[in-house]
T-cell receptor, first 117, second 112 residues
Framework: EADIYQTPRYLVIGTGKKITLECSQT?????MYWYQQDPGMELHLIHY???????EKGDLSSESTVSRIRTEHFPLTLESARPSHTSQYLC????????????????FGAGSRLTVL | GESVGLHLPTLSVQEGDNSIINCAYS??????FIWYKQESGKGPQFIID?????DKRQGQRVTVLLNKTVKHLSLQIAATQPGDSAVYFC???????????FGTGTRLKVLA
């Protein structure tokens, strides 16, 4: 059972609203990530963090921002939501060498599905 | 650019049969290859990983095969069960980096 939690699970909001997607993990992992995923499609990295006060943009350009003030918490914020932001947002964390062969295995939350009207 | 892709977007398998999900990759520098399972309404869940210096790794009912000559990765599921119905993603990672490259996913449907 994954120890990474995302809220809200589902959110429907109007254009122009500010939203924050919460992500918390209890595993003490240093590395955390935000991925964007359209239904049935591949995951695209939008933000990652190597630790407290460390955040970087991922491969997919995103208008969202993130912060990492505490190890366990990695919220994502959209200042002004638009319909193009409609997607599923997946939070993940990892620790070095947790796979059976030593891979850096990602542990994912259940996701936050955002719909912007 | 570098990518990880899948040959079959949907795979239908009779319950009890074996399933084989395939993946092609292009980054020969990747150190690890990982399979994830994503059930409806959930985040991806780790299944099994394999290091680039290995050809085969077995888990419980699952086997991952790596063919570096043709840059091909496969996930074999033995005695497929209804609970195996999900979307399966392969991903590759280079040691020491944040960079995971995910493919588009294969949907596995288990027929009763």
């Amino acid at each position: 059972e994954a120890d990474i939690y995302q809220t809200p699970r589902y959110l429907v909001i109007g254009t122009g609203k500010k939203i924050t997607l919460e992500c918390s993990q209890t595993m003490g992992h240093d590395k955390m990530y935000w991925y964007q995923q359209d239904p049935g499609m591949e995951l695209h990295l939008i933000h990652y963090s190597y630790g407290v006060n460390s955040t970087e943009k991922g491969d997919l350009s995103s208008e969202s921002t993130v912060s990492r003030i505490r190890t366990e918490h990695f919220p994502l914020t959209l200042e002004s939501a638009r319909p193009s932001h409609t997607s599923q947002y997946l939070c993940a964390s990892s620790e070095y060498g947790t796979g059976f062969s030593g891979a850096n295995v990602l542990t994912f939350g259940a996701g936050s599905r955002l719909t912007v009207l | 650019g570098e990518s990880v892709g899948l040959h079959l977007p949907t795979l239908s398998v009779q319950e009890g049969d074996n399933s084989i999900i395939n993946c092609a990759y292009s980054n020969s520098a990747s150190d690890y290859f990982i399979w994830y399972k994503q059930e409806s309404g959930k985040g991806p869940q780790f299944i099994i990983d394999i290091r680039s210096n290995m050809d085969k790794r077995q888990g419980q009912r699952v086997t991952v095969l790596l063919n570096k000559t043709v840059k091909h990765l496969s996930l074999q599921i033995a005695a497929t069960q209804p609970g195996d119905s999900a979307v399966y993603f392969c991903a590759e990672n280079t040691s020491g980096t944040y960079k995971y490259i995910f493919g588009t996913g294969t949907r596995l449907k288990v027929l009763a």
